[in-house]
């Protein structure tokens, strides 16, 4: 419900300005054209109304409304039967009359699409049939020198601004786009990247080095029995746990080193031109600093990782050669007892 209400806040937030625009600058060729024409003064006081303070009124009636959305299409539709009402008060003047309609037309489909371009239309209608009833049908063919020029501003600055709406709301939605593909490659948890993006960026970086002959290094990082850790302290122990790895990692990699979540407690980094031994100096670093991390609920909660290296070697014929080979290491560290950083076997790793 409050989701709703934001999304038609914002809707009438974005009709606001260009109605302003509209009315103001519509007024004033609805006024080139009763110049002319006898009519009687509550005629002009409902076209200053109309022109110059109904924008606001129904600002304040969508934004006042427990469903703005709604409030907002219908101002769209006294915005339609207003512009066929003056349409036919002017005796469907010809310039005046195509302005007011084709511009009317232009709004609507900009705000609501074919749905409220037919509803606009039927609200034209009504307009019309209470102008016809209040002063009689009548049609005037003639175009004078001033209707031509009180309309120029209605064609020329009403559609930028209507324009502008659109740019500003393409862009909106562009970053929305951006915004959402971020997250679908992201861990909701950790904030690092899920098991998919990392291992495609490795896929990448692989060929990179492949053909440039770089260096790079990949980690393997698991969390020594966390299987316990969820099964004696609960999930939400489980959970901050993983959250801190993730914020460790943060505070020890560098800007562009990549660090994923490739499974449940494992986690993955790829650190770009940096050597085996600096990898391994950067990953006893994290390992030591994780070591230390305390629950605050449960203060005798200790953590430890083990971590496996490899660097990329020319005779790797694939990213998962690359992995396989950090793996190897991963369960070295683990089979020779835990919380420490294993190099992987290059020879093994080749022969493999």
């Known amino acids: 419900m409050e989701n709703r209400r934001g999304k038609g806040l914002s809707f009438a937030r974005r009709i606001y300005k260009p109605r302003i625009i509209g009315l103001g600058i519509g007024s004033i060729s609805v006024i080139g054209a009763l110049y002319p024409l006898s009519m009687p003064a509550w005629v002009w ?43 036919a008060v002017t005796q469907f003047s010809p310039v005046t009359a195509v302005t007011i309609l084709s511009m009317m037309a232009m709004n609507n489909v900009a705000a609501g699409g ?23 049908i009548k049609f005037d063919p003639n175009v004078s020198l001033i209707e031509v020029y009180t309309c120029l501003p209605m064609l ?11 740019y500003q709301l393409a862009i909106k939605l562009s970053d929305h786009k951006r915004a959402l593909s971020a997250l679908s490659r992201i861990d909701s948890l950790t904030g690092l990247l899920n098991h998919g993006s990392w291992k495609d960026l490795l896929n990448i ?8 002959q770089g260096q790079a290094t990949i980690a393997l990082i698991d969390i ?8 004696i302290h609960g999930h939400t122990v489980g959970d901050a746990v993983l959250r801190q790895l993730s914020q460790v990692l943060r505070q020890h990699l560098r800007e562009d080193d990549l660090a994923g979540r490739y499974g449940g407690d494992e986690f ?57 080979a950090a793996d190897r290491a991963l369960y070295a560290a683990k089979d020779t007892g835990r919380n420490r950083v294993k190099i992987t076997d290059c020879v093994a790793a080749n022969s493999a």
């Not at 200053?48 to 009636?61: D, E, K, S, T």
């Not at 020329?156 to 659109?166: D, E, H, R």
């Not at 953590?303 to 992995?323: K, N």
Request: proline letters at 5%; one cysteine or more; aromatic letters at 14%.
């Open 45 to 87: 006081v409902l076209l200053l109304f109309n022109g110059f303070v109904w924008a606001h009124l129904a600002y304040q009636l969508s934004t006042r409304s427990p469903f703005p959305y709604q409030a907002e299409q219908r101002n769209l539709l006294f915005d339609s039967l207003a512009g066929g009402f003056w349409t």
């Open 114 to 136: 074919k749905r409220l371009f037919l509803r606009g239309l039927l609200a034209q209608a009504v307009g019309i049939a209470m102008a016809w009833t209040l002063f009689g």
């Open 156 to 166: 020329t600055l009403y559609p930028m601004a209507i324009g502008m709406v659109c």
């Open 205 to 212: 970086k692989f060929h990179k080095c492949q053909q440039q």
């Open 224 to 231: 020594d029995h966390f299987k316990h850790i969820n099964d």
């Open 268 to 324: 993955c980094v790829i650190l770009p031109r940096m050597p085996l031994k600096e990898a391994a100096h950067v990953m006893e670093q994290l390992r030591e600093t994780f070591s230390n991390y305390r629950h605050p609920q449960i203060p005798e909660l200790r953590v430890s990782l083990s971590i496996g290296l490899a660097d990329f070697h020319p005779s790797f014929e694939d990213a998962v050669m690359w992995l396989n």
